[in-house]
Structures are given as C-alpha cells and as structure tokens.
C-alpha cells in the first residue's frame, strides 16, 4: 500500500502510451482535465516505435503505413505537427518476379481523372498481373462493396472469395496482397466485413481515400511530436512507469501503483493497453465486477498475429522504387528505407541503400532461425530485383513481432468491449476495443478519442472528438 500523502492526485489516469493513450491524453488535457499518462517503457507510440539497435549502428522499426481514409490519426498528426513527416502516394507498385522466360513485370494501380468509384479503373484495366478473366471476377466482387460493407462479421473472408468465384490469381495478385497486408492474417481468419471496409473505404468511396502515408521519420521519433503536444496541452508524461496493480478506493477514487512503488490517484482510469496487458491489470482487481468478469471471459476470443520484417543494407543502388507488393513471394512489402527517409530535410547522402521487408502474418518465420529467414528473403529479392546478385550486404537485421496485431476472426464483434464497459469510472482504449475498425494507428486513435468521449460525458461535459470520416466523392455521391 503506498502513501497517500505521497500518491498524485489528478481528474485521469491513462496508463499506455500508444496510439490509443496518446489520442485520448491530447483530447481530454485540451479540454482541461488534468491528465497522467503513465507508460512503463522509456518513449512513446507503442508498437509503433523505432529504437538504435546497437549491434546495427543503425535506427530501425517495422514500417507503418496509413491511409488516407484514416481520418483520426490524419488529425492527430496534424494537431502535433507531425504530418509534416508524411510522405504521400497515389500509386501502389505491384511488382511480379522475373521467372526463366521473363522479366520483372510491374503494374500500377492509382487514379485517374474518372469519377469514383472509378478512379483506379484505367489503371486497373491495364495491370498486367491479372487476366481479363481475373479483372472480370474481381470488379463483380467489389460490386459487394459499393455501397458499404457488411454490419456483421460472420463470414471468412475465404468463404466469400469461394461465394464470388475468385480465380487463384486474382486471389494470389490482388485479394491476398492488400488483405493479408491490410489485416494481418488468413483469409478464414480475417471476417468479410473488415475486408469489405479496407475496399470500400481505401478503392471505392475516393481517391484521396486510398493514398498511402508512409512517415518518413523513424516512429519513436515521429510519434514524440505527439508526445510534446500532448505535454503542452497539460499532460503530464511519466515513462518508465509499469502499472502493477489498480484498485478501487472507497471514495470513487482509482488508485493504481507502480513497480518503481510510485503511486497515482484519480476518478477516472484509462487501461489504454493491449487485450493481455488489460487482462492482466484487471485481473489485479480485488473483487472485480461482473463487467470486468465478463470482459475478462470476452478476452479468450482474441488472438495475435505476427509480422516479421527484414533489413538489409546493400553497399550499392537496388532500386529507384520507394515501395511496393512483391507478388508470388513470402515478403509482401519492400520499403525503400533510403529513399523514404531522404524526405526529411538534412538526412545525409547514401551510396548503397537500406530495403526494409515486411512479411504479414509470418507464423512460419516466428518459428525460423535468422540465417534461414535471411536466405530465403534475399533469394526471393533477387527476382525482382536482379542488381542483387551483384550487390554486397553490409549488414543485416530481423524484427518480429510475435504480437504486432490481434485477428479480425470471424464473429469477434460481440467482444470487442465499448469504452465504458467495465463502469465505476474504468475505461478501457485500444486498438482491440469496439472501433468498428481492424487492429491499425487508426483503430487505436479512435479507440482513445471514444474513450476520452465517455469520460467527458461522464464528468458532465458531452463532447465530440472523432473526427468525421472521409466524404464520399464523384459517384459514389449519389449511392
Ligand atoms: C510490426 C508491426 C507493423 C504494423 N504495421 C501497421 C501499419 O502499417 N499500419 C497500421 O495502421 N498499424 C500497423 N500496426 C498496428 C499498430 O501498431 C497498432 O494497431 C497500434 O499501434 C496499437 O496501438 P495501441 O495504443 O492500441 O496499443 P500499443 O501500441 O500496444 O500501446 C500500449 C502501450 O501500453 C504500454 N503498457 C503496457 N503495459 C503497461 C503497464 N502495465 N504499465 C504502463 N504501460 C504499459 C506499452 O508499453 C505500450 O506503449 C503494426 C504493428 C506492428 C507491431
């Protein structure tokens, strides 16, 4: 038990400092309230992060993307200046590996001056990884998405690639790169519904809609301006901070202890955490409720999904592409780390050059070695990119994130608590909580925003902070 007299006393706790903390420590200290933000490691962003790896000699992290629907977090950035560190594209390079008979074959998919939702159609047409037959199949699929997506999340999405007779290729060259890329596991794990939004929102509502942010400053670094604004704003930080315990105090107070023993007091408490990180402070509850009992049980439902991403620094000129989709290959993403940080005004002129490569849902690699995972990697590059064979590695890296997102698996709506779920002054954030949104900076972003919603009208202070979603354009007006 700590102190009283040397406990903080504030009006909020958040305890998490992702995306999630973040939105809703900048919503709720702009508004007044006197605001803790309590993070147990020593920067921001979560899993969002960058840090100096020290045998590398290099600043790395497993790239993030954003689109342009992703209207909260667009805000976000905006409100602390960090936007300034987006890069944004209108096109999305798919690349096919050179085979025995063929080159490298690239198709471009990006809008055009046709109305939406259209926009992408020419190109489209014109793509060389898809067949007539694959184009035909794909355009009477997303017919399903014009007007919006499914309410509910009973079907894989695999039963609905089956449902509108997708080809293998159009699965293999379109459905897979963007879903397996946009929600992070299979298709029989990922529900029609979130796979519908991705499509609806990002290729059909606008164009602006599906354009592709790619920060080009490392996370921690980028997400710190968040930080600083959040501390202008009255937030007070305190990193290096793991929660241990919280316990309810008969005067309506939350109360909850540190490990380093320091202690903090408020009505209101944020869990702004992953679902097993609020699993485990819940379960720290003496007698707890039945909603957290409930939430508790609702928790089994949640399951992670993996990335892996490889960093290789070649001692000459690869390619002259930012990014794109590798097709037919295990990595479904390279990011040209040289040339997306060039962006930033100051950074020092490269010879060689720094490719970052992403694999979605990597439960395999989780289970290879290093030297294995590397082979393979660099084979399957060397297809698209033939300089390879010539090039010399100066040196190499791998991250995986055994628990970078939880699966949108069929049916996990029902548990996906609101932010006020658990009641007497308790709030529950994060990307896993009811967003309507799949596990990404966006979900994350609004989960925070509603959280900081609820406590504002609990206090007697209804107000709004979601920022409104992106308006339909050109046609799809009219549907
Ligand atoms: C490799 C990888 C790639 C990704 N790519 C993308 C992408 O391209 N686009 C996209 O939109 N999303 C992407 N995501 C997902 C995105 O990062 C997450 O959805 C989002 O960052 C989740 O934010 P959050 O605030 O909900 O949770 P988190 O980021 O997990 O934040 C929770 C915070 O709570 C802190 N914490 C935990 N326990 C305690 C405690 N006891 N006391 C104090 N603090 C505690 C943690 O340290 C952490 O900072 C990716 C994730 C990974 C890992």
């Not at 309590?38 to 045998?55: D, F, I, T």
């Not at 949104?437 to 009208?457: D, F, H, K, N, Y």
């Amino acid at each position: 038990m700590s102190n009283p007299s040397t406990t903080a006393s504030y009006d909020v706790l958040i305890i998490g400092a992702g995306l999630a903390g973040l939105s809703a420590a900048v919503a709720l200290s702009a508004s007044g309230a006197r605001v803790a933000l309590l993070e147990r490691k020593p920067y921001v962003g979560g899993r969002a992060y960058s840090y100096a790896h020290p045998a590398l000699d290099e600043v790395i992290d497993s790239q993030h993307v954003l689109l342009g629907c992703c209207t909260n977090l667009i805000d976000l950035c905006k409100l602390s200046g960090a936007d300034r560190h987006i890069r944004w594209y209108d096109n999305i390079t798919f690349l096919e590996p050179a085979t025995d008979t063929a080159p490298t074959r690239r198709s471009d998919i990006g809008p055009s001056i046709l109305p939406s939702p259209g926009h992408a159609s020419l190109s489209f047409l014109r793509a060389s990884m898809l067949s007539l037959a694959d184009k035909s199949r794909i355009a009477i699929g997303l017919l399903e998405f014009l007007r919006g997506y499914p309410d509910t999340d009973e079907e894989p999405f695999s039963a609905w690639l089956q449902r509108t007779c997708q080809t293998d290729r159009a699965i293999r060259h379109f459905w897979e790169p963007v879903i397996v890329g946009a929600l992070n596991d299979a298709f029989d794990r990922c529900s029609t519904r979130y796979a519908g939004q991705v499509f609806h929102e990002s290729f059909m509502k606008s164009a602006q809609g599906g354009r592709l942010g790619i920060p080009t400053q490392p996370l921690s670094q980028f997400y710190s301006s968040v930080a600083h604004f959040a501390e202008q704003q009255g937030t007070a930080l305190h990193l290096r901070t793991s929660i241990d315990t919280i316990e309810r105090w008969n005067n309506n107070q939350w109360h909850v202890i540190a490990s380093d023993g320091s202690a903090y007091l408020a009505p209101y408490l944020l869990l702004a955490l992953p679902f097993e990180q609020t699993a485990r402070l819940l379960s720290t509850l003496p007698r707890s409720s039945p909603q957290c009992a409930s939430i508790l049980a609702d928790m089994a439902h949640f399951r992670h999904a993996p990335i892996t991403t490889i960093h290789l620094w070649f001692d000459r000129h690869i390619t002259d592409l930012d990014h794109a989709a590798l097709l037919d290959t295990r990595i479904q993403w390279m990011f040209n780390k040289s040339r997306i940080r060039r962006y930033e005004p100051g950074s020092p002129a490269q010879e060689g050059q720094y490719l970052e490569l992403v694999i979605s849902a990597s439960f395999t690699e989780l289970h290879q070695g290093r030297e294995q995972i590397l082979h393979a990697a660099i084979a399957e590059l060397t297809r698209f990119f033939p300089r390879i064979r010539d090039a010399g590695i100066l040196k190499s890296g791998i991250l995986k994130e055994a628990r970078a997102t939880f699966s949108v698996v069929p049916n996990l709506d029902r548990y996906r608590p609101p932010a006020d779920a658990p009641g007497n002054g308790l709030y529950l954030a994060g990307d896993w909580t009811r967003t309507g949104w799949p596990s990404t900076m966006e979900g994350a972003v609004r989960s925070g925003r509603l959280a900081a919603q609820a406590i504002a009208a609990a206090a007697g202070n209804p107000t709004t902070y979601l920022s409104a979603d992106l308006p339909a354009a050109g046609l799809m007006r009219l549907l």
